[in-house]
């Protein structure tokens, strides 16, 4: 059974930083990417960054640049290190293997970003 949980979110104000977590099991991490994913009120969930096992990243436009996503192999932790939010940076985060295990889609972690 694969199992994700996300951490990290919260409320922060517009330019500030969050780092998220996705502790995740083995059999998800032995996929060769896995990615951080959001959706926003009224939206698609929607892929934002994704990392292979060897490290080769990819980003969305709209977060290239301010967000960085690094995983541990070892502790099958998934991380998204988020820098100079916006308010339209608001979402729900998940993380999921790439292309996505749809059974496997987790709680996800709020993101707020206000003033």
């Known amino acids: 059974q694969v199992q994700l949980v996300e951490s990290g979110g919260g409320l922060v104000q517009p330019g500030g930083s969050l780092r998220l977590s996705c502790a995740a099991s083995?059999?998800?991490?032995?996929?060769?990417?896995m990615g951080w994913y959001r959706q926003a009120p009224g939206q698609q969930r929607d892929l934002i960054a994704r990392?292979?096992?060897?490290?080769?990243?990819i980003y969305a436009d709209s977060v290239k640049g301010r967000f960085t996503i690094d995983r541990d192999n070892v502790k099958n932790t998934g991380y998204l290190q988020m820098n100079n939010l916006t308010p339209e940076d608001t979402a729900v985060y998940y993380c999921?293997?790439?292309?996505?295990?749809?059974?496997?889609w987790g709680q996800g972690t709020q993101v707020t970003v206000s003033s």
């Open positions: 999921n293997a790439y292309p996505p295990n749809e059974r496997a």
């Open positions: 083995l059999t998800l991490f032995s996929v060769d990417s």
């Open positions: 990392i292979t096992r060897g490290g080769s990243t």
